[in-house]
């Protein structure tokens, strides 16, 4: 990855402990784990990954595919992370940050670079019933504010969550020059993410490498299916009046999770 590039896409949230990485998903950016990242902060270093056309990254352009989205942006980021603090990381990945996280795993595993301490999925493309062509189709053309609050609150169960104050930076956001064409891009492999994502899937169920899967049982967005608990492994908890950001919604229990399944692999 360009030095440039990295200074845009990992910032370090803070903290003094084993390193755990936040990924965002489809349309969200940092912000997305403010909830998240100052109750990990006190017993790790929170580092987030911002993805191309979001974010700090807008300027940024992605290649075409989730296999080479994961290869541009965060297997570098993981292995200078790792580099950096001498420790394997705990991976964090939201949605489409979930599934570029089970293929930066596959990827670790395939190449025994050992990067990647454990696995912590919310909602992830690439399990699930896939994503919502119809949010996904929209998202990216949003340019009025009433479309926006409705189209967003169907992240939710709690539709309260989703203020009118999220709009505007939205629709801003989406102004910005190149930001629709590489979301364009983006939307396409989230709604034909390939057979490497399933392959990786595969690889990571296949795996001994510590994880666990968060889904909010009323997700409209990429909803839950059961069959997938036993094909992937892993500890799974679901949670009742939760839409498609358990992060947000279920924020307090969600941390609590992140935080076991570092705690026994790193000993803290």
Not at 68 to 84: C, F, G, T, Y
Not at 127 to 156: C, H, M, P, R, W
Not at 217 to 238: C, K, P, Q, Y
Request: glycine content about 8%; hydrophobic content about 40%; aromatic content about 4%.
């Amino acid at each position: 990855m360009p030095h440039s590039d990295a200074k845009k896409t990992i910032e370090c949230f803070g903290g003094d402990g084993p390193p755990v990485v936040l990924v965002h998903g489809f349309g969200a950016d940092r912000y997305s784990w403010l909830g998240t990242a100052p109750d990990l902060v006190k017993q790790t270093t929170v580092y987030t990954v911002e993805l191309p056309g979001h974010g700090n990254a807008w300027d940024i352009p992605a290649r075409d595919g989730l296999q080479q989205l994961s290869d541009q942006i965060l297997s570098p980021a993981l292995a200078k992370i790792s580099s950096d603090s001498g420790l394997p990381v705990h991976l964090v990945g939201h949605s489409l940050g979930g599934a570029l996280a089970m293929l930066a795993t596959a990827h670790d595993t395939t190449h025994n670079t050992s990067h990647i301490a454990s696995l912590s999925l919310l909602a992830p493309l690439g399990l699930g019933s896939g994503a919502n062509v119809d949010f996904i189709e929209k998202y990216v053309e949003l340019d009025n504010e009433a479309a926006a609050l409705e189209l967003l609150q169907q992240t939710v169960f709690n539709e309260r969550l989703i203020s009118s104050q999220l709009i505007k930076p939205l629709l801003m956001h989406l102004g910005q020059q190149g930001v629709r064409t590489t979301l364009r891009s983006l939307a396409r492999d989230v709604l034909n993410p390939g057979d490497e994502l399933a392959s990786a899937v595969e690889q990571v169920s296949a795996s001994v490498i510590p994880r666990q899967v968060i889904w909010g049982l009323n997700d409209n967005i990429n909803a839950f299916v059961a069959a997938d608990e036993s094909r992937f492994g892993g500890r799974w908890h679901t949670m009742e009046n939760c839409g498609h950001l358990p992060h947000v919604e279920q924020r307090v229990q969600v941390n609590q999770l992140l935080l076991d399944l570092v705690q026994p692999v790193t000993g803290v």
